[in-house]
């Protein structure tokens, strides 16, 4: 559960710095970008691709959390989920620096993104009872068990942040997974939609 408790003191200190870092706009020389919320959040799908070793690839919803700390500095903490799991949720997890890069327009933005990915799982199963022609009932009991993994790798990409209305924008980019220890790259990428909220 450390990645969890890293987690939440890198929001915790993100959310701290907001205010007066985000206060500032970002500029460019023919006209002035409005500035976004601090906070936004989201949702879309994310996939991976395993190009080897007789792998293939899958698409998985996708949850995101944004605080951002700068005009062009914000953390993003992302899950991916399984969704043919049956008896609770398990997925991925990105903790990661997001970068606006060049100059933003009042429509269109490019980003790099860079951090680390582990994995999360979840687990609830319902008491189950079986009875023998014997009149024997054997019982098993409920249980409950939740798990987040260290770091498993590096990842790293970019994309671009396209304003779709006021307070909607879509995001679209391609990341490469590293793990530690194999150093073979494994292609992600990801599409959804971000809504600021608050001021």
Do not use: C
């Not at 408790?5 to 993100?14: H, M, N, Q, S, Y």
């Not at 020389?29 to 959040?41: D, F, L, N, Q």
């Not at 999360?120 to 024997?136: A, K, P």
């Not at 073979?184 to 959804?192: E, R």
Request: glycine share 14%; proline share 7%; net charge positive.
């Amino acid at each position: 559960m450390k990645i969890g408790r890293a987690a939440t003191v890198v929001v915790g200190l993100a959310l701290a710095l907001a205010r007066p870092a985000w206060a500032q706009a970002t500029g460019t020389e023919e006209r002035e970008i409005e500035s976004t919320s601090r906070i936004e959040v989201g949702g879309g799908l994310g996939a991976v691709w395993v190009p080897y070793g007789g792998g293939g690839g899958a698409w998985f919803p996708s949850l995101q959390a944004r605080a951002n700390i700068s005009p062009k500095f914000a953390v993003d903490v992302v899950t991916t989920f399984d969704p043919t799991k049956k008896h609770g949720v398990e997925g991925m997890y990105l903790l990661q620096v997001h970068q606006t890069v060049g100059a933003p327009t009042p429509r269109v933005s490019r980003f790099v993104t860079y951090g680390v990915t582990g994995g999360f799982e979840y687990v609830h199963v319902s008491e189950r009872r079986f009875s023998y022609y014997s009149g024997d009932t054997i019982v098993f009991p409920a249980y409950r068990r939740g798990e987040i993994s260290r770091p498993i790798g590096f990842v790293g990409g970019g994309g671009y942040r396209v304003r779709l209305a006021n307070h909607l924008f879509l995001e679209a980019g391609a990341q490469a997974l590293i793990p530690f220890g194999y150093w073979v790259p494994v292609p992600l990428f990801n599409a959804g939609v971000i809504v600021p909220i608050g001021k």
